[in-house]
């Protein structure tokens, strides 16, 4: 069991690549991560989004427990999440969270996904997006573990 992030874009920037080891670097099992970025299409709208989401729907396993991040989603707060990942970790499931492109995914991804989880109300920069859910799944494991990092 770990968690697989599914990112559409470019390879992570300089001082993303920094502050993701910082996190990846104290991930323990289950909570260990890898990252698979997926290129993001020529295209532009519905046609990108479309051919995104294929290569999206073309990586994810049948077994796996996806998370979506979408704005329109649930707004969970770290204990939430923590406790979300858990439940999942508990039946043995892996984890595939998925980052879609800048035009988003399509509903078949939507729909399969088994939880739709919103950072903010706000839209971040995809590379911000990826520091933020790397440092997000170590505080999940610290808040599991009932380790002190998360301060309530």
Same mark, same amino acid.
């Given at each position: 069991?770990?968690?697989?992030?599914?990112?559409?874009?470019?390879?992570?920037?300089?001082?993303?690549?920094?502050?993701?080891?910082? /996190?990846?670097?104290?991930?323990?099992?289950? #909570?260990?991560?890898? *990252? %698979?970025?997926? !290129?993001?299409?020529? =295209?532009?709208?519905?046609?990108?989004?479309?051919?995104?989401?294929?290569?999206?729907?073309?990586?994810?396993?049948?077994?796996? #427990?996806?998370?979506?991040?979408?704005?329109?989603?649930?707004?969970?707060?770290?204990?939430?999440?923590?406790?979300?990942?858990?439940?999942? #970790?508990?039946?043995?499931? !892996?984890?595939?969270?998925?980052?879609?492109?800048? #035009?988003?995914?399509?509903? =078949?991804?939507?729909?399969?996904?088994?939880?739709? *989880?919103?950072?903010?109300?706000?839209?971040? !920069?995809? %590379?911000?997006?990826?520091?933020?859910?790397?440092? %997000?799944?170590?505080?999940? %494991?610290?808040?599991?573990?009932?380790? !002190? /990092?998360?301060?309530?």
């Amino acid at each position: 069991m770990s968690v697989r992030v599914l990112a559409v874009g470019k390879k992570h920037e300089g001082w993303v690549v920094d502050g993701i080891s910082r /996190y990846e670097k104290r991930l323990r099992k289950p #909570f260990d991560t890898s *990252w %698979q970025l997926l !290129p993001h299409s020529a =295209r532009d709208g519905e046609a990108a989004r479309a051919e995104e989401s294929d290569r999206i729907l073309g990586k994810i396993g049948a077994d796996e #427990f996806v998370v979506l991040l979408d704005e329109r989603g649930r707004n969970l707060d770290s204990p939430e999440l923590a406790r979300a990942l858990r439940e999942v #970790f508990d039946r043995s499931r !892996p984890v595939a969270l998925v980052i879609g492109g800048a #035009f988003g995914v399509d509903d =078949r991804v939507r729909d399969r996904a088994d939880l739709v *989880w919103s950072l903010s109300r706000l839209v971040f !920069p995809h %590379q911000l997006v990826r520091l933020i859910v790397a440092e %997000q799944l170590y505080r999940a %494991q610290e808040i599991a573990g009932g380790r !002190p /990092y998360h301060h309530v």
